[in-house]
Protein backbone atom coordinates (compact mmCIF):
# COMPACT_ATOMS: atom_id res chain seq x y z
CA UNK A 1 0.00 0.00 0.00
CA UNK A 2 1.34 3.44 -0.94
CA UNK A 3 1.29 5.89 2.23
CA UNK A 4 -0.47 9.05 1.42
CA UNK A 5 0.29 10.90 4.77
CA UNK A 6 3.55 10.74 6.30
CA UNK A 7 2.92 12.06 10.37
CA UNK A 8 6.09 13.08 12.09
CA UNK A 9 5.43 13.36 15.88
CA UNK A 10 7.57 14.91 18.52
CA UNK A 11 8.35 14.18 22.01
CA UNK A 12 8.87 17.80 22.90
CA UNK A 13 10.65 17.06 26.24
CA UNK A 14 12.58 14.83 25.48
CA UNK A 15 14.58 17.16 22.41
CA UNK A 16 14.37 19.84 24.85
CA UNK A 17 15.82 18.65 27.83
CA UNK A 18 18.76 17.47 25.71
CA UNK A 19 19.45 20.98 25.25
CA UNK A 20 18.33 22.37 28.66
CA UNK A 21 21.31 19.62 30.46
CA UNK A 22 23.36 21.57 28.35
CA UNK A 23 22.71 25.38 29.71
CA UNK A 24 19.95 24.90 32.36
CA UNK A 25 20.65 28.58 33.33
CA UNK A 26 20.47 30.52 29.63
CA UNK A 27 16.97 31.81 29.42
CA UNK A 28 16.78 31.35 25.55
CA UNK A 29 19.36 28.45 24.35
CA UNK A 30 16.62 25.82 24.91
CA UNK A 31 13.81 27.49 23.02
CA UNK A 32 16.61 28.06 20.29
CA UNK A 33 18.02 24.99 20.08
CA UNK A 34 14.79 23.23 20.22
CA UNK A 35 12.97 25.16 17.24
CA UNK A 36 15.94 24.77 15.23
CA UNK A 37 15.98 20.47 16.03
CA UNK A 38 12.08 20.70 14.83
CA UNK A 39 12.59 22.24 11.79
CA UNK A 40 15.74 20.18 11.22
CA UNK A 41 13.69 17.06 11.23
CA UNK A 42 11.00 18.57 9.39
CA UNK A 43 13.55 19.46 6.70
CA UNK A 44 14.89 16.03 6.56
CA UNK A 45 11.83 13.83 6.96
CA UNK A 46 9.42 16.35 5.00
CA UNK A 47 6.10 14.99 6.68
CA UNK A 48 2.60 15.85 5.24
CA UNK A 49 1.69 16.25 9.01
CA UNK A 50 4.12 17.80 12.20
CA UNK A 51 2.70 17.15 15.91
CA UNK A 52 3.96 18.28 18.78
CA UNK A 53 3.69 17.06 22.00
CA UNK A 54 4.00 18.15 25.12
CA UNK A 55 2.84 16.68 28.84
CA UNK A 56 0.29 17.33 30.77
CA UNK A 57 0.04 20.26 32.89
CA UNK A 58 -2.19 18.88 35.78
CA UNK A 59 -1.11 15.52 37.67
CA UNK A 60 -0.62 12.43 36.00
CA UNK A 61 -2.98 10.05 36.18
CA UNK A 62 -0.57 7.22 36.94
CA UNK A 63 -0.02 8.59 40.29
CA UNK A 64 -3.52 7.41 41.04
CA UNK A 65 -2.21 4.20 39.95
CA UNK A 66 1.10 4.07 41.75
CA UNK A 67 1.81 6.92 44.08
CA UNK A 68 6.09 7.02 43.43
CA UNK A 69 5.73 6.71 40.24
CA UNK A 70 8.12 9.92 39.24
CA UNK A 71 8.00 10.95 43.06
CA UNK A 72 11.82 11.24 42.46
CA UNK A 73 11.38 13.91 39.53
CA UNK A 74 11.56 17.78 40.58
CA UNK A 75 8.94 20.20 38.98
CA UNK A 76 10.94 21.49 35.91
CA UNK A 77 12.33 24.97 36.69
CA UNK A 78 10.30 27.94 35.71
CA UNK A 79 13.00 29.06 33.22
CA UNK A 80 12.51 25.59 31.40
CA UNK A 81 8.50 26.23 31.37
CA UNK A 82 8.72 29.34 29.59
CA UNK A 83 11.09 28.47 27.20
CA UNK A 84 8.47 25.47 26.56
CA UNK A 85 5.57 27.82 26.73
CA UNK A 86 7.17 29.93 23.66
CA UNK A 87 8.49 26.34 21.89
CA UNK A 88 4.61 25.70 21.50
CA UNK A 89 3.77 29.28 20.60
CA UNK A 90 6.35 29.31 17.77
CA UNK A 91 5.26 25.80 16.57
CA UNK A 92 1.79 26.67 15.95
CA UNK A 93 3.05 29.85 14.60
CA UNK A 94 4.42 27.48 12.43
CA UNK A 95 1.40 25.91 11.68
CA UNK A 96 2.43 22.85 13.07
CA UNK A 97 -0.34 20.95 15.40
CA UNK A 98 0.56 21.37 19.49
CA UNK A 99 -1.09 18.32 21.58
CA UNK A 100 -0.80 19.81 25.29
CA UNK A 101 -2.72 17.64 27.47
CA UNK A 102 -3.95 18.39 31.08
CA UNK A 103 -3.43 14.89 32.90
CA UNK A 104 -1.66 12.36 30.62
CA UNK A 105 1.65 12.82 29.22
CA UNK A 106 3.35 12.85 26.18
CA UNK A 107 3.60 9.22 25.55
CA UNK A 108 0.05 8.74 25.82
CA UNK A 109 -0.56 11.56 22.90
CA UNK A 110 2.22 9.73 20.63
CA UNK A 111 1.05 6.20 21.23
CA UNK A 112 -2.61 7.45 20.66
CA UNK A 113 -1.35 9.09 17.10
CA UNK A 114 1.05 5.70 16.35
CA UNK A 115 -2.08 3.13 17.30
CA UNK A 116 -5.36 5.44 15.80
CA UNK A 117 -3.39 6.73 12.46
CA UNK A 118 -4.89 5.78 8.96
CA UNK A 119 -3.83 2.87 7.20
CA UNK A 120 -2.07 4.60 4.37
CA UNK A 121 0.08 6.66 6.83
CA UNK A 122 3.63 6.09 7.68
CA UNK A 123 4.28 7.74 11.72
CA UNK A 124 8.13 8.85 12.63
CA UNK A 125 8.11 9.53 16.47
CA UNK A 126 10.86 12.26 17.41
CA UNK A 127 11.76 10.39 20.70
CA UNK A 128 14.68 8.70 23.24
CA UNK A 129 12.05 7.36 25.55
CA UNK A 130 12.66 3.83 25.53
CA UNK A 131 8.66 3.46 26.05
CA UNK A 132 7.69 4.87 22.84
CA UNK A 133 9.81 1.28 20.97
CA UNK A 134 6.66 -0.67 21.68
CA UNK A 135 4.71 1.53 19.55
CA UNK A 136 6.85 0.00 16.55
CA UNK A 137 5.31 -1.82 14.04
CA UNK A 138 5.64 -1.73 9.73
CA UNK A 139 4.15 1.55 9.52
CA UNK A 140 5.77 3.47 12.78
CA UNK A 141 8.80 4.08 13.15
CA UNK A 142 11.17 5.84 16.27
CA UNK A 143 14.26 8.00 15.35
CA UNK A 144 16.69 10.58 17.33
CA UNK A 145 19.10 12.68 16.36
CA UNK A 146 22.53 12.33 17.65
CA UNK A 147 25.87 14.61 16.30
CA UNK A 148 24.35 15.73 12.90
CA UNK A 149 23.16 11.98 12.35
CA UNK A 150 19.58 10.64 12.69
CA UNK A 151 19.39 7.16 13.67
CA UNK A 152 15.88 5.24 13.01
CA UNK A 153 14.63 2.71 14.43
CA UNK A 154 12.20 -0.02 13.09
CA UNK A 155 11.14 -3.84 14.24
CA UNK A 156 14.85 -4.81 13.82
CA UNK A 157 16.23 -1.96 14.89
CA UNK A 158 14.28 -2.35 18.15
CA UNK A 159 15.39 -6.15 18.06
CA UNK A 160 19.34 -5.26 17.56
CA UNK A 161 19.26 -2.08 20.60
CA UNK A 162 16.87 -4.32 23.39
CA UNK A 163 17.10 -7.57 21.95
CA UNK A 164 13.45 -7.82 22.05
CA UNK A 165 10.28 -7.29 19.16
CA UNK A 166 8.63 -4.34 20.29
CA UNK A 167 5.36 -6.24 20.74
CA UNK A 168 7.01 -7.39 23.53
CA UNK A 169 8.51 -4.39 24.76
CA UNK A 170 5.99 -3.60 27.82
CA UNK A 171 6.73 -6.79 29.07
CA UNK A 172 10.45 -6.38 28.79
CA UNK A 173 10.49 -2.79 30.57
CA UNK A 174 8.01 -4.18 33.06
CA UNK A 175 11.03 -6.91 34.31
CA UNK A 176 13.74 -4.33 34.14
CA UNK A 177 12.35 -1.29 35.91
CA UNK A 178 12.39 2.31 34.46
CA UNK A 179 14.80 4.11 37.10
CA UNK A 180 13.81 7.96 35.42
CA UNK A 181 10.25 6.76 36.15
CA UNK A 182 10.66 5.51 39.84
CA UNK A 183 9.01 2.15 38.38
CA UNK A 184 10.71 -1.04 40.40
CA UNK A 185 11.91 -3.83 38.08
CA UNK A 186 12.15 -7.79 39.13
CA UNK A 187 14.94 -7.64 42.07
CA UNK A 188 17.79 -8.66 41.08
CA UNK A 189 16.99 -9.46 37.34
CA UNK A 190 18.48 -7.24 34.64
CA UNK A 191 18.28 -6.85 30.95
CA UNK A 192 20.00 -10.54 29.22
CA UNK A 193 17.81 -12.56 31.86
CA UNK A 194 14.31 -10.52 30.53
CA UNK A 195 15.47 -11.68 26.97
CA UNK A 196 15.90 -14.72 28.00
CA UNK A 197 12.96 -14.84 29.62
CA UNK A 198 11.15 -13.04 26.59
CA UNK A 199 12.93 -15.23 24.13
CA UNK A 200 11.80 -18.52 26.11
CA UNK A 201 7.82 -17.37 27.05
CA UNK A 202 5.00 -16.23 25.53
CA UNK A 203 4.55 -14.08 28.04
CA UNK A 204 5.42 -13.38 31.24
CA UNK A 205 2.35 -14.40 33.22
CA UNK A 206 3.82 -17.70 31.21
CA UNK A 207 7.24 -17.43 33.02
CA UNK A 208 5.99 -16.91 36.69
CA UNK A 209 3.18 -19.94 36.78
Not at 20 to 39: C, G, L, M
Amino acid sequence: MDHINKILAIDLYSVAFRYFSVKPEDEDWTYRKTIQAINHAVDEIRPSHTIICSEGSQECFRREIDENYKWNRNKPPQVLLDQIARILSQATSQGFIVVDPLDCEADDALASIAAQSPEDSVVLIMTRDKDLFACINDRVSVFHRDQEQYHYFDENGCIEKFGVHPKRMTEYLSLIGDCPDNISGVAGLGPKKAQEIIFNYDSVFDAIM
